[in-house]
């Protein structure tokens, strides 16, 4: 069993890496291509890992929220671009997925008359603008639905091979 650090507020690589109860040493085995001191200067914030770091992190340790985790908040055009994507559960995603459809249908109507003319007016924007915020709702929960997904496949409660040949029909 690894020993376990003392250090308050780990950072997601250093608590992901220590809840499988791996060593720095362990890790880099596992990982094959970090050594056990970028592990320690990732963990430690001596250093921003690459991205190919946070795949390999994210694939060994069976971790897809490393990947949006440094999207998120380490990469530049990812802190603009990406949402943080939060852990939930399938129901959870499928009602709030349903809750923004509805909410959707009911404003379609008036996303056609906003759209129609290829112009935006003043007194449309607000409309226009709650609209918009409807469909990034969406959006971000599509993205937690494939996150769940990512994590079943990884944690082996999706059959990796049935899945990928129904994706790849």
Same mark, same amino acid.
């Given at each position: 069993?690894?020993?376990?650090?003392?250090?308050?507020?780990?950072?997601?690589?250093?608590?992901?890496?220590?809840?499988?109860?791996?060593?720095?040493?362990?890790?880099? +085995?596992?990982?094959?291509? @970090?050594?056990?001191?970028? #592990? +320690?200067? #990732?963990?430690? +914030?001596?250093?921003?890992? &690459?991205?190919?770091? %946070?795949? *390999?992190?994210?694939?060994?340790?069976?971790?897809? &929220?490393?990947?949006?985790?440094?999207?998120?908040?380490?990469?530049? #055009?990812?802190? +603009?671009? %990406?949402?943080? /994507?939060?852990?939930?559960?399938?129901?959870? /995603? /499928?009602?709030?997925?349903?809750?923004? @459809?509805?909410? *959707?249908?009911?404003?379609? !109507?008036?996303? /056609?008359?906003?759209?129609?003319?290829?112009?935006?007016?003043? =007194?449309? @924007? %607000? =409309?226009?603008?709650? #609209?918009?915020? !409807?469909?990034?709702?969406?959006?971000?929960?599509?993205? *937690?639905?494939?996150?769940?997904?990512?994590?079943?496949?990884?944690?082996?409660?999706?059959? @990796?091979?049935?899945?990928?040949?129904?994706?790849?029909?």
């Amino acid at each position: 069993m690894a020993k376990v650090s003392t250090k308050e507020n780990k950072n997601i690589y250093h608590s992901t890496r220590e809840e499988l109860g791996l060593s720095r040493e362990a890790a880099s +085995e596992l990982l094959e291509i @970090l050594s056990p001191e970028r #592990i +320690e200067r #990732i963990e430690n +914030e001596k250093m921003v890992p &690459h991205p190919g770091d %946070v795949l *390999t992190m994210s694939k060994g340790y069976r971790a897809p &929220h490393l990947c949006n985790y440094y999207c998120s908040n380490e990469c530049p #055009i990812g802190q +603009e671009y %990406v949402p943080e /994507i939060k852990v939930k559960d399938l129901s959870q /995603i /499928i009602l709030e997925m349903l809750a923004s @459809l509805n909410s *959707t249908k009911k404003r379609q !109507e008036k996303l /056609i008359e906003i759209t129609a003319d290829g112009i935006i007016d003043d =007194d449309e @924007l %607000v =409309d226009f603008v709650h #609209i918009q915020e !409807e469909l990034e709702k969406i959006s971000i929960t599509v993205e *937690t639905l494939q996150f769940w997904a990512e994590q079943m496949l990884a944690e082996g409660k999706i059959d @990796l091979v049935k899945y990928s040949a129904i994706r790849n029909k």
